[in-house]
Antibody
Framework: QITLKESGPTLVNPTQTLTLTCTFS??????????VGWVRQPPRKALEWIAL???????RYSPSLKSRLTITKDTSKNQVVLTMTNMDPVDTATYYC??????WGQGTLVTVSS | DIVMTQSPDSLAVSLGERATINCKSS????????????LGWYQQKPGQSPKLLIY???NRGSGVPDRFSGSGSGTDFTLTISSLQAEDVAVYYC?????????FGQGTKVEIK
């Protein structure tokens, strides 16, 4: 059974760096075809893809956010970590961890506010 | 980026009737390497994370009722709910995974008439 769970702060100050961790089970992120990524959804808005990391450590980023993002993996812990710098109130959203095969975590709401 | 455009933005259908949602991509999502359409459909109920309904444009996900079906190829796709049930009230999204950045449609809200 594949599961993913997001963890991280629920409140972030503007200009701060956000660090989110996805802890997964039921698969291994060591193969080229396997990937774990992040998707976000502002309140009452549509889904936006952010980043993806493959088992071979190939990394992909949203062009509009690329300069602010870093995605890494720790295969020994079955974790994927996303960092997003210079947070702004428009970044307020539910952040989902997503496995390339279509499995999603429950999401975590991150609010950016002072 | 590949732009995904869904229509309509919302629709109201009577219980037991058919619901049809369209999705158009700005370029083909049919990959020549495997001759598959890299297109999925998701269902999102209020307060829940999206659930995969359809992958490769027409394959139902695990446990998905057979009243849900996907069709289309290249740039034009359709999600059909053959007989709408009360539990199908949700927002539906199409998504291309042909290339990064993955992109989603704007969503279609399905309600009961």
């Amino acid at each position: 059974q594949i599961t993913l769970k997001e963890s991280g702060p629920t409140l972030v100050n503007p200009t701060q760096t956000l660090t989110l961790t996805c802890t997964f089970s039921g698969f291994s992120l060591t193969s080229i075809g396997v990937g774990v990524g992040w998707v976000r959804q502002p309140p009452r808005k549509a889904l936006e893809w952010i980043a993806l990391i493959y088992g071979n450590d190939d990394k992909r980023y949203s062009p509009s956010l690329k300069s602010r993002l870093t995605i890494t993996k720790d295969t020994s812990k079955n974790q994927v970590v996303l960092t997003m710098t210079n947070m702004d109130p428009v970044d307020t959203a539910t952040y989902y961890c997503v496995q390339r095969g279509g499995y999603w975590g429950q999401g975590t709401l991150v609010t950016v506010s002072s | 980026d590949i732009v995904m455009t869904q229509s309509p933005d919302s629709l109201a259908v009577s219980l037991g009737e058919r619901a049809t949602i369209n999705c158009k991509s700005s370029q083909t999502v049919l990959h020549s390497s495997n001759n598959k359409n890299h297109l999925g459909w998701y269902q999102q109920k209020p307060g829940q994370s999206p659930k995969l309904l359809i992958y490769w444009a027409s394959n139902r996900g695990s446990g998905v009722p057979d009243r849900f079906s996907g069709s289309g190829s290249g740039t034009d796709f359709t999600l059909t709910i053959s007989s709408l049930q009360a539990e199908d009230v949700a927002v539906y999204y199409c998504q291309q995974y042909y290339t990064t950045p993955w992109t989603f449609g704007q969503g279609t809200k399905v309600e009961i008439k």
